[in-house]
């Protein structure tokens, strides 16, 4: 049996994803794009425009003949929450950023040392919906394993054991999605430069924590059984926790064992690339870890490698886009 609720949800999440996209489009636009029939557009789009989520402007695209309505995103009608958690080397940080559907930066805030407990991520969370009053959807991004709405390994360990995204959700009112940083970082780098076929691997070298990856599998993220998926820290080279954690206190000490995690990870997944980012990402690392594929690896395996300063501006749009998957989900 159809589920209609279904089907009309994701043909208003294939209108949104578009309009999203920004610029004005007519309804035969919109038929183009999303392949839905005349009917269905109509029907979508008088709704938007009657909750006020776009409005209609006149256009004329030819010298003669009558002007057909065109369809805008209004980016005043809400915003969503994006909550990002930090270990700095050893400091704590929070950071807020309220952003239209489009992307554009309403308000950020930074919030740095102490412990970021639950009471703390909602405390500032309730702030920002005091001041912004049409955030309707929030995005968290946890530097650790989640499992089933927990947080379990944590680079921020004070947040252990809570459900943050559970707690903000029942206090704020609104749709909450919480997600393990690089995975969201990977999600947004995967639809801003890659085709829908491509395997792509994000590699993250901080200091004085472990590295952490993230890999895109043709469009979905690998996650695993129990979220684990990615934690090369984790992986058995005859080191303890602890010692691995004081290896990646420098370059020198963590760019042989980033080597070994790298080349190992190759010979599971095959990603077609590797992209490198962190403080401890340098030549040396980057160097390390070509040496260890070349080493182990066939050369029509080996991945190419890429290093970038930083990945900030697709973790903002992986939790944008996951913010507003989340939300249209639920309607």
């Known amino acids: 049996m159809i589920d209609t609720a279904a089907v009309r949800r994701a043909n208003m999440a294939a209108v949104r994803a578009l309009l999203r996209g920004g610029g004005c489009y007519s309804k035969q636009d919109v038929m183009r794009a999303t392949g839905l029939s005349q009917a269905t557009?109509?029907?979508?789009?008088?709704?938007?425009?009657?909750?006020?989520?776009?409005?209609?402007?006149?256009?004329?695209?030819?010298?003669?003949?009558?002007?057909?309505?065109?369809?805008?995103?209004?980016?005043?009608?809400?915003?969503?929450?994006?909550?990002?958690l930090d270990n700095e080397g050893g400091e704590h940080v929070l950071r807020q950023r309220v952003v239209t559907p489009l992307g554009t930066l309403v308000e950020e805030s930074t919030c740095r040392g102490g412990k970021i407990?639950?009471?703390?991520?909602?405390?500032?969370?309730?702030?920002?919906?005091?001041?912004?009053?049409?955030?309707?959807?929030?995005c968290l991004g946890v530097p650790g394993v989640l499992v089933g709405g927990e947080v379990r390994t944590c680079d921020l360990p004070e947040l252990e054991g809570a459900h943050p995204a559970r707690t903000l959700e029942n206090a704020l009112g609104v749709p909450v999605h919480m997600e393990n940083d690089m995975y969201l970082k990977a999600y947004g780098f995967y639809r801003d430069r890659c085709e829908p076929e491509d395997i792509v691997t994000l590699c993250y070298v901080p200091v004085g924590v472990l590295p952490g990856t993230a890999s895109i599998y043709a469009g979905t993220v690998v996650r695993g059984a129990s979220q684990f998926a990615g934690q090369v820290g984790f992986m058995p080279f005859g080191l303890s926790y602890d010692e691995v954690?004081?290896?990646?206190?420098?370059?020198?000490?963590?760019?042989?064992?980033?080597?070994?995690?790298?080349?190992?990870?190759?010979?599971?997944?095959?990603?077609?690339?590797?992209?490198?980012?962190?403080?401890?990402?340098?030549?040396?690392?980057?160097?390390?870890?070509?040496?260890?594929?070349?080493?182990?690896?066939?050369?029509?395996?080996?991945?190419?490698?890429?290093?970038v300063e930083s990945f900030d501006a697709w973790y903002r749009?992986?939790?944008?886009?996951?913010a507003l998957e989340e939300k249209d989900g639920r309607l």
Do not use: Y
């Open 41 to 84: 557009c109509n029907t979508l789009l008088n709704e938007l425009a009657r909750t006020g989520e776009v409005w209609g402007e006149k256009l004329r695209r030819h010298e003669v003949g009558r002007a057909t309505t065109g369809f805008r995103l209004d980016e005043d009608h809400e915003s969503a929450l994006l909550i990002s």
């Open 317 to 322: 749009a992986g939790m944008l886009l996951r």
């Open 117 to 138: 407990t639950e009471r703390v991520l909602l405390i500032r969370a309730q702030e920002v919906f005091a001041r912004a009053g049409n955030v309707s959807c929030v």
């Open 245 to 307: 954690q004081e290896a990646f206190g420098s370059s020198e000490t963590a760019a042989p064992l980033m080597g070994k995690m790298l080349a190992a990870l190759v010979t599971v997944l095959n990603p077609g690339t590797i992209v490198l980012s962190g403080e401890l990402a340098d030549a040396r690392l980057r160097a390390e870890v070509d040496r260890a594929c070349t080493a182990c690896v066939p050369p029509e395996h080996r991945p190419e490698l890429l290093r």
